[in-house]
């Protein structure tokens, strides 16, 4: 292929930049005085991959075009042979989600994010899911590193192509996927002749909100109680329904979450509810799993839940005090300082309440600095762990201390002036 020979669908001659990116499949060029990019495929493009790459190029709607690098012209050798397509280029600002859920990789991505922003940008991710099934195209092969998310909580889809396509009386499947994110009903199928529907689609969305959500942690990920063999991956775990929050997981699968994860009372009872229907047993029945579009709105509502705690942080109201002052739960997100406490007659006044919500690690990769408090608790100025008060001391107290430390003194002093006279009398002897 000669890269200085290229045209776009028009017939216009592409003046490729430097090389972005690099794949299994092909290569990502910058095109000079544009704001698009191409992708340039390592073999030959013909046959249904050529037909479903011009259905997509003249299926773009501007829905698609905010949210997607989708295909908008093909690319092809003056001969006439396609090889790539155009598509917009993604600003540099966005990276991969698992960015964003995974806490220590949030801390060097994200490093002022809080629950707000989690929150927001679970929303935007529903809203692309929606878009692309309201034109009827199926993402498919769902996983952390075709959703891309930026400062301001902003969601791209990338590797459109791989998405199953409908268009010009034809449907062109999705051919990969990727366990973790695949439904219970697809593991260990082949997809290249499977017909995906956005039910699919929704169980891997419910995934990402999941692990957006609860600090990291994938929802089948939990603690077999069982006297039989456990299951022995993630997959097969997912294949069995075993989703270990469920409020019944216990004795349905002898299956719990484990020990230190985010506890489940941090989100509202009908988000509970929409996990449970789109993990558990039933759910892979056409239209059973709540829809993108549901989830839009039942993360909006979170969101405008959210309140603040005096260290800053962001936790929905239902939830009394706020998860994230807890010790454990520094490796979240960070508190600003608070300033000193005003001193209370009543100790009672300066208590730290109790965390509502059992906070732990969460994390699906080791994270520096687990062990650090936060700043402040919920409702107070003390840090956590300093046995809750912060009290005066009584003038009494005062009055005591003063005479013992004066009582100390002049003891000291006896002895040292006895030492003095035990010294000079026996030089003079």
């Keep these: ?14 003046t490729l930049g430097v090389l972005l990116g690099r794949g299994g499949e092909g290569q990502v060029y910058d095109i000079l005085n544009t704001s698009n990019v191409a992708k340039l495929y390592h073999n030959p493009v013909t046959g249904s991959k050529c037909d479903k790459l011009q259905v997509m190029c003249h299926g773009v709607s501007p829905g698609l075009a905010r949210i997607a690098a989708w295909p908008v012209s093909l690319v092809s050798e ?34 002022t994010t809080d629950y707000a922003f989690i929150v927001h940008a679970a929303m935007n991710c529903a809203a692309a899911f929606a878009t692309v099934h309201k034109e009827n ?10 959703i891309l998310v930026n400062s301001k909580a902003m969601i791209r889809l990338i590797d459109c192509d791989s998405f199953q396509v409908s268009g010009a009386g034809r449907l062109f499947p999705c051919e990969v996927g990727v366990p973790e994110y695949t439904p219970p009903e697809l593991q260990g199928k082949s997809f290249g002749h499977v017909l995906r529907t956005c039910n699919h689609d929704n169980f891997g969305l419910a995934v990402q909100i999941f692990l957006l959500l609860m600090m990291g942690r994938h929802p089948f990920a939990g603690i077999y109680k069982g006297a039989n063999s456990p299951p022995v991956s993630l997959d097969e775990s997912i294949k069995g329904y075993m989703y270990a929050y469920d409020r019944q ?16 009372q941090l989100l509202p009872t009908r988000m509970i509810e929409y996990f449970e229907r789109a993990f558990g047993p039933g759910s892979d029945a056409m239209g059973a799993r709540p829809t993108a579009e549901q989830w839009r709105r039942e993360l909006g509502a979170l969101l405008q839940s959210l309140v603040t705690c005096p260290a800053g942080h962001k936790f929905p109201s239902h939830v ?47 994270v520096q600095g687990a062990s650090s408090a936060v700043n402040g608790a919920a409702g107070t100025g003390t840090v956590p762990g300093n046995g809750g008060s912060t009290g005066q001391r009584s003038p009494i107290i005062k009055v005591l201390g003063s005479l013992l430390e004066f009582a ?22």
């Design 408 to 429: 100390v003194r002049w003891i000291v002093y006896l002895f040292l002036m006895g030492i003095v006279r035990g010294i000079i009398s026996a030089l003079f002897q």
């Design 137 to 146: 195209h199926i993402i498919g092969d769902v996983n952390q590193k075709n």
């Design 320 to 366: 009394h005090s706020c998860p994230w002052c807890a010790p454990s739960s520094a490796i979240y997100f960070e508190g600003r300082t608070l300033p000193k406490p005003k001193v209370s007659a009543s100790p009672a006044n300066n208590a730290v309440p109790s965390p509502a919500v059992a906070a732990g690690t969460g994390a699906t990769a080791p």
């Design 78 to 111: 003056q001969a006439g042979k396609v090889c790539g397509y155009i598509m917009p280029r993604v600003e540099q600002d966005f990276a991969e989600i698992v960015c964003l859920h995974n806490p220590s990789l949030r801390k060097k991505a994200f490093p």
């Design 1 to 14: 292929m000669n890269k200085q020979l290229l045209v776009d669908s028009s017939g216009q001659r592409l």
């Design 249 to 264: 997981a216990l004795s349905r699968h002898e299956i719990s979450p484990p020990q230190d994860a985010m506890g489940f």
